[in-house]
């Protein structure tokens, strides 16, 4: 019953409430699930991303490159050394073979560093991982150097810390001082 009010008049008037069949009205509720069902899988697939595969049922894959195929350097990998490696050089060689980099020309790097590449491998670094490539060679070279990469041109080096230069320096005076004064 509807209720017109229009200033002292009251009204009542009553309007038949017609209720129209909707188009899709099913008497199988199989038919309402088998909906339902869609619609949830419609909205499913809209949340995988555009950079996002389906390849299965439940599963999708990310279409991107991996951080390890964007840099290079990052791969993480485990090795042991063949017997045929012996200097530091040789393992840094040896660490970039497939990698991508190779190391810089003796001629271009610097006499500190040409002596870094001529020390024999320690026992504890022929067996290496699971770590990153960088941080394979950062062990290699050790503290008192760091890593210097081009990846412009692909190529790896190591060049001196400079306050490693300074520590080093710092304590051999003392120990020059301290032989001095022994002498006296």
């Not at 017109?4 to 409430?17: I, K, M, R, W």
């Not at 350097?73 to 040896?94: C, D, H, K, N, W």
Request: proline residues 5%.
């Amino acid at each position: 019953m509807l209720r017109h009010d229009a200033g002292l008049n009251t009204q009542s008037v009553e309007l038949p409430f017609i209720m129209k069949r909707s188009v899709f009205y099913s008497k199988h509720p199989v038919s309402l699930i088998a909906i339902g069902v869609a619609g949830i899988c419609t909205f499913a697939s809209m949340n995988l991303q555009a950079k996002d595969r389906q390849v299965g049922r439940y599963s999708s894959l990310a279409t991107t490159p991996t951080e390890a195929q964007t840099e290079l350097l990052a791969t993480t990998m485990t090795l042991r050394f063949p017997s045929r490696i012996q200097t530091v050089g040789e393992a840094a060689r040896y660490l970039l073979q497939r990698s991508g980099y190779r190391l810089a020309r003796v001629e271009s790097i610097g006499p500190d560093t040409v002596a870094l590449f001529a020390l024999p491998l320690p026992a504890v670094h022929r067996s290496l991982g699971p770590m990153m490539l960088r941080d394979a060679l950062e062990m290699l070279a050790g503290s008192a150097f760091h890593l210097v990469q081009d990846p412009v041109h692909r190529l790896v080096t190591f060049e001196r810390c400079k306050t490693q230069q300074v520590a080093v320096q710092d304590s051999r005076t003392s120990i020059e001082m301290e032989v001095a004064q022994d002498d006296d």
